[in-house]
């Protein structure tokens, strides 16, 4: 696969006392990974959403004032998110890591805006947790670049500098980062391509690219599970998108009136037991993702509802694509637009 290395850099880092920290923490990508996403031939992998509200910049315009605008690319969000367990409430180590990127799929914008490592701002918005400390973001977009090869570059460095009682939680997650991420489906009916999205470094140790570190505190240390003190998992992400005309659906919307509800479980009831028809998106009604519709199907929904339990699969809760014969789900058999 083509290798582009180096698309991302982050810091993340919430303490100087942390070398007597036990905590346990992770990074992964929030992101389908491990899925056949589907989409129609040649369409591109975009929400369009042009990535607002998240992905911003000032600019100065002609009557002299800066203003806050959106840089509009196409593509999907993906969250970088930090789980952290076992963590004592006085703080963490330190890492810096990057994203980098196998296959086709390429990182084309990234920011903290509506995550963890945006500034707090003199005690405003209450969800940032970086109090003072550093944040630099440069993206090098492909169109600007010179040279059929050249990659798109995202850089970042942001610090979690965190003051007083703002500390990582000692069990839960937090969004670090967004990264906005472009593809686009093969040319022909059924093929596929897929991409890994990868952590590694800017700039590994004796130019080794081979061995992907992490800084831990003031060390360079392999990214291995359980590396670092306190120890620091990762975990990519590999992507499979494949050109198909499924239709776009809301797993567990199996009256498809665009929400998920107690209502979605007695249609699926009556579905099964009252001979209700099923609606022409029948994968709509799986909401465990098994491949059978039945009553666990129900179960599964009213667990997430009133329960707390996972939520559906994907596509939810927006509509989407994944990899499911055209026959389940047919273009247009569902209120999602095409």
Known sequence: MERSMVTLLVLVTASGLSAQSNGRFTLSIDAPCGEVVAGPPGNLYDDETLGIPYYTEWRTFADGVRRRVARQRRGHTWDIVLTSADNPDWGV????????????????????????????????????????GIEETILVDPVE?????????????????????????????????????????????????????????????????????VYAGLR????????????????????????????????????????????????????????RPMGECRVASDCNRDDAYDVSDAVYGLSHLFLGTPPPPRPFP?????????EECPPGSTRCAD
């Open 220 to 275: 360079f240390l392999p990214i291995t599970v359980d590396s670092g003190d306190p120890p620091l998992t990762v975990e990519d992400c590999v992507v499979t998108l494949k050109a198909s005309n499924v239709g776009p659906f809301i797993r567990c919307d199996a009256n498809d009136d665009g929400l998920v509800d107690l209502s979605d479980a007695v249609t699926i009831l009556g579905q099964l037991f009252l001979g």
């Open 93 to 132: 180590n330190s890492w810096k890591f990057a994203l980098g990127v196998e296959g086709p799929l390429r990182i084309v914008d990234i920011t903290t805006d509506g995550t963890a490592g945006c500034s707090a701002f003199a005690g405003f918005y209450p969800e940032c947790r970086r109090s003072g």
């Open 145 to 213: 670049s010179e040279g059929p090869n050249a990659d798109v570059a995202a850089f970042s460095f942001v610090l979690l500098k965190l003051d007083g009682a703002q500390w990582l939680p000692s069990e839960g997650t937090e969004v670090v980062c967004k990264i906005r991420v472009f593809g686009e489906f093969p040319e022909q009916e059924g093929e596929a391509v897929t991409s890994r999205i990868y952590f590694t470094t800017w700039d590994p140790p004796n130019g080794d690219e081979q061995q992907p570190t």
């Open 318 to 326: 927006d509509c989407g694509r994944v990899d499911v014969p055209v």
